[in-house]
Antibody
Framework: EVQLVESGGGLVQPGGSLRLSCAAS????????MNWVRQVPGKGLEWVSYISSSSSSIYYADSVKGRFTVSRDNARNSLYLQMNSLRDEDTAVYYC??????????????WGQGTLVTVSS | EIVLTQSPGTLSLSPGERATLSCRASQSLSSSYLAWYQHKPGQAPRLLIY???SRATDIPDRFSGSGSGTDFTLTISRLEPEDFAVFYCQQYGSSPLTFGGGTKVEIK
């Protein structure tokens, strides 16, 4: 059974940093591209970042570019999101998500339950 | 960036009724790389439809998708009580991936 479990969320002051983790199991993690998607409370879904299976291709939403860094450790079956210079508007539930297939063009079939990041003074 | 516009914002229907949700893209989607998701509070989003019209694994056949180019539709033929939720369309053919603003299907 595919499982994605996020952790690392919490309360942080504006300008602060936080590192999210996503532990994957039930599939060959090193074969799949991964994504981070967030949902601001009461708002819609927003894609945040993409990392290919080998980390050779990485993309970010303009809203986080230069502040967030995505990475992965295939030996540990883990995905990460380093978030720096956090702003109030980064407050959201952050989900890690896996594509339906190993293709670089794939809808998001498996999602974690999310971890809440609150940026507030 | 491809902008997706969903309508209506809210749909008030009764169980057993048919729901028709619309998603319009700001430019034509290559190879119909359009997906639909269902999202309930406190839960992970659930993939329903991909490639505009293919049902994901274990999705009941009352959910169907159609459309191409810039206009897409999600139809729920007969609403079950568990179907009431927010639905999002998403294009995954070009970066950045983008989602529509969502349609809430609520119980009338």
């Amino acid at each position: 059974e595919v499982q994605l479990v996020e952790s690392g969320g919490g309360l942080v002051q504006p300008g602060g940093s936080l590192r999210l983790s996503c532990a994957a199991s039930g599939f060959t993690f090193s074969s799949y591209n991964m994504n981070w998607v967030r949902q601001v409370p009461g708002k819609g879904l927003e894609w945040v970042s993409y990392i290919s299976s080998s980390s050779s291709s990485i993309y970010y939403a303009d809203s986080v570019k230069g502040r967030f860094t995505v990475s992965r450790d295939n030996a540990r079956n883990s995905l990460y999101l380093q978030m720096n210079s956090l702003r109030d508007e980064d407050t959201a539930v952050y989900y890690c998500a896996r594509g339906y297939s190993t293709s670089s063009v794939s809808p998001l079939r498996y999602w974690g339950q999310g971890t809440l990041v609150t940026v507030s003074s | 960036e491809i902008v997706l516009t969903q309508s209506p914002g809210t749909l008030s229907l009764s169980p057993g009724e048919r729901a028709t949700l619309s998603c319009r893209a700001s430019q034509s989607l290559s190879s119909s790389y359009l997906a639909w998701y269902q999202h309930k509070p406190g839960q992970a989003p659930r993939l329903l439809i991909y490639g505009a019209s293919s049902r994901a694994t274990d999705i009941p056949d009352r959910f169907s998708g159609s459309g191409s180019g810039t206009d897409f539709t999600l139809t729920i033929s007969r609403l079950e009580p568990e179907d009431f939720a927010v639905f999002y369309c998403q294009q995954y053919g070009s970066s950045p991936l983008t989602f529509g603003g969502g349609t809430k299907v609520e119980i009338k």
